[in-house]
């Protein structure tokens, strides 16, 4: 079974920055796309952005949109998400997914998650 491990949450003030990271196991990274999503308190678990195993980005909401970017080392067998000026809304747990290839249209599609890191954002 594929095993992901997120890392890098943590308490940060608004403007601050943040890079999470996904550790995979089990499983080779290179031939996965990896997906990041986030579940702020009382509301459901949306996606942030994935990566294909072939480089190509997907976008699954505009929330983020020049704050966050997503990356992979695959010598690392780690993929990460970078996020900068955050805000407090950007508050919640962030996950991250692993499917075979591509990245799936919506967050069903993925096979494998972790078991998200906190991310919170407050002065």
């Known amino acids: 079974q594929l095993q992901l491990v997120e890392s890098g949450g943590g308490l940060v003030q608004p403007g601050g920055s943040l890079r999470l990271s996904c550790a995979a196991s089990?499983?080779?990274?290179?031939?996965?796309?990896i997906g990041w999503f986030r579940q702020a308190p009382g509301k459901e678990r949306e996606g942030v952005q994935c990566?294909?195993?072939?480089?190509?980005?997907?976008n699954y909401g505009d929330s983020v949109t020049g704050r966050f970017a997503i990356s992979r080392d695959n010598a690392k067998n780690t993929a990460y998400l970078q996020m900068n000026d955050l805000k407090p809304e950007d508050t919640g747990i962030y996950y991250c997914?692993?499917?075979?290839?591509?990245?799936?249209?919506?967050?069903?599609?993925?096979?494998?998650w972790g078991q998200g890191t906190q991310v919170t954002v407050s002065s």
């Open positions: 997914a692993a499917e075979y290839y591509d990245c799936p249209s919506t967050e069903g599609g993925f096979g494998s």
């Open positions: 089990r499983f080779t990274l290179d031939y996965y796309a």
């Open positions: 990566l294909s195993s072939s480089g190509r980005i997907t």
